[in-house]
């Protein structure tokens, strides 16, 4: 583990359940927001477009100004750590995943563009395969496996094109694999008809029993969930 602090990552601590995060950012005396958010229930932002609600989860990720920003995390077995300004924002950083709004695919397999990194040949190997395709196929991509190249033959970008629903299921695929105790996503059901937008939000219910997820959206099937 990298050390920062008293390397609380690398502590018993981190390998429980996280059951509750409290974040609290102030901008100043008058400017305060705070998110409280746990397992078994999803946190939907709200608003117009410009209003900042992509702001707001770039805050609560210490991604942006974490020195004003302070986090109370609360586990399973009832103990509570809390941290604040970059050492919190490091300890977000090891705890969640992040779907964005802009999607990006690399020149390289599917696989690696699903898991970010080179192929490894380790003994987990044919699982993560097998839950990769298990994933494609529960958000209507299967046909992706078809188009001649599989999960391990390169994608040529110049020359395989990806609609925008495609890609924003691809994002997802890529959160649900990092497999982290909290999942943020902007916009999650963009691009994405009703049928296939059904079918994230049954999963992003599932994923939510155990872990804790937020997410800002436009749409109404979200919002009421």
């Known amino acids: ?22 974040f609290i950012h102030k901008q100043n005396e008058k400017l305060k927001l705070e998110l409280k ?18 702001t707001i989860l ?32 490091y300890i977000m950083r090891n705890l969640f995943s992040y779907a964005t709004q802009d999607v990006f695919l690399i020149e390289g397999s599917l696989k690696e563009n699903l898991l970010l990194k080179s192929e ?8 993560i395969d097998n839950e990769i395709r298990n994933f494609l196929i529960k958000l209507d991509l299967k046909n992706i496996l078809y188009r001649d190249y ?38 999650p059901t963009s691009y994405l008809d009703n049928e296939i937008s059904e079918k994230v939000i049954g999963l992003l219910k599932d994923r939510s029993k155990e872990k804790v997820i937020v997410i800002s959206s436009h749409d109404q099937k979200l919002i009421n969930i």
């Open 1 to 22: 583990y990298v050390k920062y602090g008293n390397n609380i990552l690398s502590s018993n601590l981190f390998q429980q359940t996280i059951s509750k995060v409290q």
């Open 150 to 187: 599989s999960l391990k033959k390169n994608i040529n970008l110049t020359l395989d094109f990806f609609s925008g629903g495609e890609k924003k299921r691809l994002a997802l695929i890529r959160n649900f694999l990092k497999d982290k105790s909290i999942e943020i996503y902007d916009e």
């Open 37 to 54: 958010l746990q397992c078994s229930s999803i946190c939907v932002l709200v608003g117009n477009s410009g209003v900042g609600k992509t």
């Open 58 to 89: 770039d805050l609560f990720s210490g991604l942006l100004n974490p020195k004003n920003s302070s986090w109370k995390f609360t586990f399973m077995n009832g103990m509570i750590y809390e941290s604040s300004g970059e050492e919190g924002a």
């Open 120 to 127: 490894s040949n380790n003994s987990n190997e044919s699982i």
